[in-house]
């Protein structure tokens, strides 16, 4: 690369600004358009993407990447399809840009209304899964965002494979190129410029772990939207349907490890602890989930179950590993997971309605769940067709962060002649 990183970063913000005040005014139909051309040029290129997926992966290996991060990184056939079924699904939703709501008159004969608008340039930092890349890419389209991408360098391959597919539909369908871009280095110091140029970035969207995020929520002179880590808690009530709560705390802690839905710390109440515990353990056993208890968990259990340290209540495993904890009843388990929780997703087991809604009103997070798995915190779960991230934020966006979550509203205002007296 012949231009510093500083030059090479401020050209990739000067024409995502520009590209940004054209698709802002881009009609649904155009959009779509777009879309409908990048889904074609994935479909011809899948061979491709997937061998330079390949090339990540055997430099991940080489690099003794760590299982959890393998898993994200790696584009099988059936996560492609999974990527081209999530574009199809965008394709699909309403756009929202240029909804006007709330429009009332004033006294005065003007009428006032909001208008859904574009944030304009949007930065994302993110690790490891190339499929981010195209969801992302896909939800500024639609929402009439230019998008800088800047991907963990373990996907370098794969996200540049992505992106040119995405280049060849945005050309296709008359938008600028320069609507959607990948960092093409894996220089350290990109990140620093991205971060800082208000000029040219919006809103900065950062995916990955906890000093990612530290340091882009340090040194960001942007709004931040922040994904941070997902240390989700399932709560087993007394009241409790086992013949729930066994598929819904396997499902919540083996369905996927590496991912931020995942369970981490398990929750039973002592009351049915008893009964409850040998049985989970069990179905954990048989798929080698590493179990760390509390002092009851252990006596119920034996020995085979590690003591759990203070840092094992905090800590985001995204691997065959589960902390388990009898507790009191619902108070205790609240406030355990309102302590050491992430604010992510937190689910309760139980089938009495009044404990269902306290522990819908009290647990500080940005997706709560009652008799259903944590793997369902997601945007093609929640209809959303796709998310760039789910925030832990409680200001502008916070869950699964879709196509809303990319816009903002301007005040609009009409009259026929009217002057303030």
């Known amino acids: 690369m012949q231009d510093s990183i500083e030059q090479y970063m401020q050209k990739v913000g ?43 992966m055997e430099k991940g290996r080489s690099n003794q990447l760590d299982s959890a991060l393998l898993d994200r990184l790696e ?11 999530g574009l199809k699904d965008v394709i699909v939703l309403v756009d929202p840009i240029g909804e006007i ?55 370098l391959e794969s996200n540049k494979a992505i992106a040119e597919a995405v280049k060849h539909g945005l050309k296709v369908a008359g938008l600028p190129e320069h609507s959607v871009q990948v960092i093409e280095t894996s220089d350290r110091g ?32 942007i709004p931040v939207i922040k994904h941070l880590d997902g240390n989700c808690h399932v709560f087993v009530e007394a009241q409790a349907d086992l013949q729930k709560a066994l598929p819904i705390t396997l499902n919540a802690k083996t369905h996927r490890y590496g991912v931020c839905n995942a369970m981490e710390t398990l929750l039973v109440d002592e009351k049915i602890a008893e009964v409850f515990l040998p049985h989970i353990a069990e179905l954990y056993a048989e798929k080698q989930v590493e179990l760390r208890g509390c002092p ?7 020995s085979s179950v590690k003591p759990a340290t203070e840092e094992d ?32 997703t937190d689910a309760i087991v139980t089938e009495n309605y009044t404990l269902a809604r306290q522990f819908l009103a009290r ?10 798995s944590t793997r369902f915190a997601d945007g093609f779960e929640y209809g959303l067709g796709a998310e760039i991230g789910i925030s832990t934020d409680k200001i502008h966006a916070r869950g699964p962060v879709g196509l809303e979550g990319l816009t903002s509203q301007k005040w609009i205002v009409l009259g026929d002649g009217q002057i303030r007296q």
């Open 14 to 56: 000067q024409q995502a600004r520009d590209a940004s005040r054209v698709l802002t005014s881009a009609s649904t139909s155009l959009k779509n358009h777009a879309l409908s051309a990048i889904y074609t040029a994935l479909e011809n290129n899948q061979a491709a993407i997937l061998a330079a997926n390949q090339i990540d």
């Open 75 to 85: 584009l099988t056939p059936a996560r492609f399809k999974g990527m081209l079924q």
């Open 101 to 155: 709501t709330d429009l009332a008159y004033r006294p005065t004969g003007i009428q006032i209304g909001k208008m859904r608008v574009p944030l304009g340039v949007v930065g994302m930092i993110y690790e490891s899964r190339p499929n981010v890349t195209l969801e992302a890419a896909s939800l500024a389209i639609k929402s009439g965002n230019a998008i800088i991408l800047r991907g963990g360098s373990e996907a």
């Open 190 to 221: 990109a990140v620093g410029h991205l971060i800082t140029m208000a000029e040219y970035v919006d809103v900065i969207v950062p995916r990955g772990g906890k000093s990612l995020i530290e340091r882009v929520t340090n040194e960001a002179r």
């Open 296 to 302: 009851e968990t252990r006596r119920i259990l034996g």
């Open 313 to 344: 209540w905090y800590t985001e495993y995204l691997g065959p590993i589960l902390a388990v904890k009898v507790v009191s009843g619902i108070d205790e388990a609240i406030d355990h997971i309102n302590k050491y929780g992430s604010h992510h």
């Open 363 to 372: 647990v500080d997070s940005s997706s709560v769940v009652v008799n259903a």
